[in-house]
C-alpha cells in the first residue's frame, strides 16, 4: 500500500502527528515534551550550535565557490579541486571576510 498523503494516525509520539498536535520533541534525543522534554538540554543546545556553524561554514564555502565559479565564467561544479580544497581550509573568520566582502561588489 502507498502512502499517498501526511500520516494521519493520530498517535502523539508520531514525527508527523505529535508536532501537529503540539506534542514537539527534540531532534536531538529525540524525548517529548509530553515526556518531560530534554533530560540534558544544555548538550542538545551545544549539537544545535555545532549544526549552525557546520551549515554557516558551508553556505560561506559555496558563496565563494560561486562567486570565483561566475568571475571564472564557468559552473559551479567546475571550479578546481585544488582551488575547492582552499576555500575548504580556511579558517571561519577569512570566510566571513571574503564573504562580506562579495556583498560589497
Given amino acids: 500500500m502507498r502512502n499517498f ?5 493520530g498517535d502523539t ?11 514537539g520533541y527534540c531532534p536531538y534525543c ?4 509530553d515526556d518531560g522534554g530534554c533530560k540534558n538540554p544544555a548538550d ?4 544545535a550550535d555545532e549544526d549552525a556553524a557546520g551549515q554557516e561554514r558551508e ?9 570565483i565559479a561566475q568571475e571564472e565564467g564557468q559552473p559551479f561544479w ?5 582551488v575547492r580544497q582552499e576555500i575548504i581550509s580556511l579558517p571561519i ?7 562580506n566582502a562579495l556583498k560589497g561588489n
Fill in 13 to 23: 509520539h508520531c514525527h508527523s502527528c505529535g508536532p501537529a498536535q503540539g506534542n
Fill in 30 to 33: 529525540g524525548a517529548w515534551d
Fill in 78 to 82: 567546475d571550479v578546481s579541486q585544488e
Fill in 5 to 9: 498523503g501526511p500520516c494521519m494516525c
Fill in 59 to 67: 553556505y560561506l564555502e559555496e558563496a565563494i565557490l560561486e562567486s
Fill in 44 to 47: 542538545c543546545e551545544a549539537k
Fill in 93 to 99: 573568520t577569512e570566510l566571513r571576510e571574503r564573504a
